[in-house]
């Protein structure tokens, strides 16, 4: 056996293994012995069959397990001798079969890690954009939980549509006289004022009253997704199918305690908590996203095609799909793949990075580390609640142990590089 390596870049490798005419005979008379023993052909008892005869019948389906056979006893076998250590399955590129008394080459594609050396994620400058958590903020968020738990009430027919309603419209459009089916809704509730639809659909329903219908035209902007309908007139018929007001519950502590909290002090104490917290995870993501700018812009390296492919895979399942059949179509829609690929290149040298620091750093977790994490994730120190809570601290060691140690690890990383960075916050 013969082996040349060709380096492609700096994550492939091209190797290329000629074998001799003797290797390749070889292996066709162990094939042909084998079949010999086990072929059934009428006229002959089992395994008395000629061989000549085995040949002349089983010829090409035999090259085609001789040719697996021999790229499987050969193929590992050179890049061990090569000291190439795949990341994925090879890709074979030839596709000539074997012949009986002559030479065979087969050539393969090998992914392999590139050599990595991340430098400067010492002494970074990072800056983030603190979350205001202002009272007009906790006001907001004290509205929303309000409006959330609303109530409707049905007006009156002789009542005209203003700006706080709640209607109920239905509407077909066009565009120059030209059906546009995917712009049609019926009985979409919206809340005149909130900025939900067009500007001049909306101010359109204004002084509408139900079961009226009227012609409203609006114009898309100019960053209207499709370029093809950018800045085009619509024309839309709108009837208007119900008008009801939003009923408000008042802020008080009844209204904290349907809400399961003992008063509304409580219940301000306790948005404004969840907000601090919004605003620590806001500040992380935004140290996160800038440490991992900086470090990837820094250290320039390639991606292993079967590391982007395997990220790929990962993003579609992380969307949402009506079945198992859909998800698994989605991962060969080319053009799906096409679009994800440079956001999963990103996340694998994101990925890459924070592994050499890990390394680097020999940063480790451990089953404490997890075991705290369990418990902040169930909200409660289980270790503490008996024999129950200890079977079920097991039972979700068993199943997020791996996975939760993954991600502590990726945690601990960027905390270490945060931590020996200068931090600013920008006004």
Do not use: C
Not at 28 to 51: D, E, H, M, V, W
Not at 237 to 264: H, M, W
């Amino acid at each position: 056996m013969k082996a040349t390596v060709e380096q492609i870049n700096s994550v492939q490798r091209r190797v290329r293994v000629e074998l001799s005419s003797d290797d390749v005979t070889t292996a066709f008379n162990t094939a042909y012995s084998k079949l010999q023993r086990k072929a059934s052909i009428r006229g002959f008892r089992p395994g008395k069959a000629p061989l000549t005869l085995i040949r002349k019948l089983y010829g090409q389906s035999v090259a085609v397990d001789v040719a697996d056979d021999l790229v499987r006893r050969n193929l590992f076998a050179a890049l061990a001798d090569q000291q190439i250590n795949p990341i994925a399955a090879p890709v074979l590129e030839s596709s000539d079969l074997p012949e009986t008394g002559k030479d065979y080459a087969f050539t393969a594609l090998i992914d392999v890690m590139p050599e990595l050396k991340i430098s400067s994620y010492k002494g970074l400058s990072l800056s983030y954009r603190p979350f205001d958590i202002s009272q007009e903020v906790l006001g907001r968020e004290l509205t929303r939980l309000q409006r959330s738990h609303a109530k409707s009430r049905d007006l009156g027919a002789d009542v005209s549509a203003a700006k706080g309603h709640l209607v109920a419209i239905s509407h077909t459009a066009t565009r120059n006289g030209v059906a546009l089916p995917e712009f049609d809704v019926k009985d979409l509730e919206v809340e005149i004022g909130r900025q939900d639809l067009w500007h001049e659909l909306e101010d359109g329903l204004l002084g509408m009253k139900v079961g009226e219908t009227k012609n409203i035209t609006a114009t898309l902007p100019a960053d209207y997704p499709d370029e093809e309908l950018r800045g085009s007139q619509i024309d839309y018929i709108v009837t208007l199918g119900s008008l009801k007001e939003l009923v408000l519950p008042t802020l008080d502590d009844e209204f904290a305690k349907d809400l399961g909290t003992e008063s509304l002090e409580k219940l301000t104490e306790n948005i404004k908590m969840s907000l601090a917290r919004h605003a620590e995870q806001e500040k992380r993501r935004q140290l996160e996203a800038g440490l991992l700018d900086q470090l990837v812009e820094q250290n320039s390296f390639e991606v292993p095609p079967s590391i982007v492919d395997q990220v790929i895979d990962g993003m579609i399942d992380e969307m949402n799909w009506k079945n198992d059949k859909d998800r698994a179509e989605a991962k060969h829609n080319k053009e799906l793949r096409t679009s994800l690929l440079d956001s999963a290149k990103r996340r694998a040298r994101n990925t890459m990075v924070l592994h050499e620091i890990i390394r680097a750093e020999n940063l480790q977790v451990t089953d404490a580390d997890v075991d705290a994490q369990i418990r902040q994730m169930l909200g409660k120190n289980v270790s503490e609640g008996g024999a129950d809570d200890a079977k079920l601290m097991e039972s979700l060691r068993q199943h997020f142990s791996a996975n939760l140690k993954e991600t502590l690890m990726f945690t601990k990383a960027v905390d270490f590089v945060i931590n020996n960075s200068e931090v600013r916050e920008l006004t």
